[in-house]
């Protein structure tokens, strides 16, 4: 019993050590690919995620659980892509006081965002218990 353990104790410590190797090498491939750099890379970073445009989704375009269905009064599609856009724009600059505000407006919304794809989408209304 002691000796299945113990083999299966050095099995998983070799493949914690393989990860890890691979994990490594996984990110020097994209530090070369992406130029000079770690400084570099977080600024393209930053320069890429205030550029994107931000847009709607429907269903239509693969967001499966996407509604078609009219804001809250006041916001648009230009307002909501411009709050987005802010919120990249922050988080980018670090500043998650005010990115967190803007995701709190967001959820009051119901708007449900995708970051890496800078897309967007409504869902239909759930109003809260208790109203």
Do not use: C, F
């Amino acid at each position: 019993m002691g000796n299945t353990t113990k083999n299966t104790d050095e099995k998983r410590k070799a493949y914690k050590k393989a990860k890890k190797q691979r994990r490594k090498l996984r990110k020097a491939e994209q530090l070369m690919k992406q130029g000079t750099g770690e400084n570099n890379n977080t600024r393209n970073e930053q320069s890429s995620t205030q550029n994107k445009a931000w847009r709607r989704v429907t269903a239509e375009d693969g967001a499966k659980k996407a509604v078609d269905r009219p804001l809250e009064a006041g916001y648009g599609v230009d307002a909501i892509n411009e709050l987005l856009q802010r919120r990249s724009a922050a988080k980018a600059e670090k500043n998650y006081g005010v990115s967190d505000e803007i995701t709190k407006t967001l959820v009051r919304l119901q708007i449900v965002y995708d970051d890496d794809r800078s897309e967007w989408h409504t869902r239909a209304w759930k109003y809260p218990t208790g109203m």
